[in-house]
């Protein structure tokens, strides 16, 4: 069992910047992938990035260049440093870790972005 709190939402204006933490505890011994997805009002949840053990990164096209991925392994942290937001990025965004087959997920933090 792996449990994640997301925390580091919060409202912000265009432009601006704000960095997510992901906390994980449990069997994180057993992580191989973390990552942040994010779910705007009436759409599905989507794939913002994610770090993979051993050092490798992905970004959605949408927030490339923009969002940053990194971890902190002595810390059981994930980090997503987000800059140049904008409102099209509000959304509640969640921490996911997964172990082997299964997925676990954070219950999440709203990052607001006003115009």
């Known amino acids: 069992q792996v449990q994640l709190v997301e925390s580091g939402g919060g409202l912000v204006q265009a432009g601006g910047s704000l960095r997510l933490s992901c906390l994980a505890s449990?069997?994180?011994?057993?992580?191989?992938?973390m990552g942040w997805y994010r779910q705007a009002p009436g759409k599905q949840r989507e794939f913002v990035a994610r770090?993979?053990?051993?050092?490798?990164?992905n970004y959605a096209d949408s927030v490339k260049d923009r969002f940053t991925i990194s971890r902190d392994n002595a810390k059981n942290t994930v980090y997503l440093q987000m800059n140049s937001l904008k409102p099209e990025d509000t959304a509640v965004y969640y921490c996911?870790?997964?172990?082997?087959?299964?997925?676990?997920w954070g219950q999440g933090t709203q990052v607001t972005v006003s115009s």
């Open positions: 770090s993979i053990d051993g050092g490798s990164t």
């Open positions: 996911l870790a997964t172990v082997g087959g299964l997925v676990y």
């Open positions: 449990g069997s994180i011994f057993s992580i191989n992938v």
